[in-house]
């Protein structure tokens, strides 16, 4: 179902029919499940938005994603190694650690965990970058920086998407991607977490809490 808080965005009556049949026809499992497919919309209207850590494209392993950008469910163990990553630069930077790596409550503190494309073939990592979902993810970051949010690009895929951050008092974070293989360019020790929150104090808004 369309997102409601969302729906006004031209890509769900331009773009969404054409991806949607595309999807039914493709015989591949494609991830996440359909209902989870706007998770992430879902927990987060627009003007609910502070923070937005972009990523690329849902994990392919089944029972991994489920519609939000480097979140699994809570009983997924081992993690991801991207979202183990993240983890291990979020213990460094504020000594803190959730207890799963279920992301929502992040999201219900105003987190936007966007992927450029919001479905993968299972086992077929990036097999749907070209459905057209990116239109979405433009749309959502032009829609958003109409007032100052922090936004954290992590790798060159959601850094390609900078263009569409309108002007404004953005906090604008790129950094390498956390995956295993480029974790060590430039993500590990780039402090986000922390780095949001003295962006947010500053401006007298409540910190995040990364450690739920």
């Known amino acids: 179902m369309i997102p409601p808080a969302w729906a006004h965005l031209p890509f769900f009556t331009r773009d969404w029919p054409r991806i949607e049949a595309a999807l039914a026809a493709d015989p591949r499992e494609v991830l996440p499940p359909e209902p989870e497919r706007f998770a992430a919309l879902d927990l987060v209207a627009p003007e609910a938005v502070r923070v937005v850590i972009l990523g690329q494209d849902p994990y392919p392993t089944p ?9 699994v469910a809570p009983e997924v163990t081992p993690l991801p190694r991207s979202l183990n990553n993240i983890f291990k630069e979020l213990q460094d930077d504020l000594d803190v650690r959730p207890a799963t790596g279920d992301l ?15 479905s993968v073939p299972a086992g077929s990592a990036g097999g749907h970058a070209r459905l057209g979902w990116q239109r979405l993810a433009e749309e ?15 790798g060159a895929h959601a850094q390609k998407l900078k263009p569409q951050i309108r002007p404004g008092d953005h906090l604008i974070l ?7 293989l480029s974790a060590r360019r430039g ?21 995040i809490d990364w450690g739920s």
């Open 63 to 71: 029972g991994h994603a489920h519609g939000l950008a480097f979140s």
């Open 140 to 154: 959502i970051l032009a829609e958003i920086s109409d007032s100052p949010r922090a936004f954290l690009l992590w």
């Open 174 to 180: 790129e950094t390498a991607h956390p995956s295993p």
């Open 104 to 118: 929502r409550l992040w999201a219900r503190q105003g987190v936007l965990l966007l992927n450029t494309s919001l």
């Open 187 to 207: 993500f590990f020790g780039s402090r986000p977490f922390s780095r949001v929150n003295g962006w947010l104090a500053a401006r007298g808004e409540p910190a």
